[in-house]
């Protein structure tokens, strides 16, 4: 299970020290990652914090703000499952997550929202529920999610055989589009409506809001864009 109890030391390219051990950070502008320890941290207006909960390696935390003003992060703990910390406190969910992948956790109101590839491929856990979609993603890829302006959740994702895919309201949706190997997409909300950025086989393209564009920009190898609004 993660460590327990805050107060390792962090170590970043020989300079070592203690973090402030005060608590999940409630201020704006926070940043959540994963130390050169395996463990979960956070930086922002209330100082560095080691919040002593283990990751596992290759995988990377996802930080959303709810409407209250509090903080949500989620991530693979170093036993291969789901956590949360932040608002509400810290919870172990009891569900698997896929090696080398990581969730994506969406604001709901006060709520949130949480998508992770398990095992057996697409769920979404929190507000709504939780729901195995039973939709296959590549191994090794992340789904990514937002919510929009009328409070539903989309969620975008690389499917099995590489194609990109979004589950929300307007239903599951094959767009027949690829994504490059070992990337996965980044959707953001346009009002009610979203894009999704991702990497193909000839770079960087949008789908959604504004249409289909090829923008000619390309990519290295592995890695994957982030779109905000």
């Known amino acids: 299970m993660p460590s327990e109890g805050p107060g390792t030391n962090g170590v970043w390219s020989g300079t070592t020290f203690t973090g402030q051990n005060c608590g999940t950070p409630l201020g704006v502008d926070t940043i959540a990652f994963q130390a050169n320890t395996g463990i979960l941290w ?42 949360t910390t932040g608002a509400g406190g810290t919870k172990n969910w009891g569900l698997g997550i896929r090696a080398g992948t990581s969730p994506s956790v969406t604001a709901v109101g006060n709520d949130y929202q949480i998508a992770f590839q398990s095992d057996t ?87 959604g809001a504004g249409g289909t564009i090829r923008h000619n920009l390309g990519l290295k190898a592995g890695t994957s864009p982030s779109g905000g609004h």
């Open 121 to 207: 491929g697409l769920w979404t856990a929190g507000a709504g529920g939780t729901i195995r979609h039973n939709l296959g993603l590549k191994a090794g890829t992340s789904p990514s999610n937002t919510t929009l302006a009328n409070g539903s959740t989309i969620t975008a994702f690389q499917s099995a055989d590489g194609v990109l895919w979004t589950v929300g309201p307007d239903g599951v949706k094959n767009w027949g589009l690829g994504i490059r190997a070992g990337t996965s997409p980044s959707v953001t909300a346009v009002g009610n409506d979203y894009r999704v950025a991702f990497q193909s086989d000839t770079g960087l393209w949008t789908a």
């Open 42 to 83: 956070s930086t922002g207006p209330a100082g560095i914090q080691n919040l002593g909960l283990g990751m596992m390696a290759g995988t990377s935390p996802s930080l959303a703000k709810l409407a209250n003003g509090q903080y949500i992060i989620a991530f693979q703990s170093n036993n291969g499952q789901l956590w």
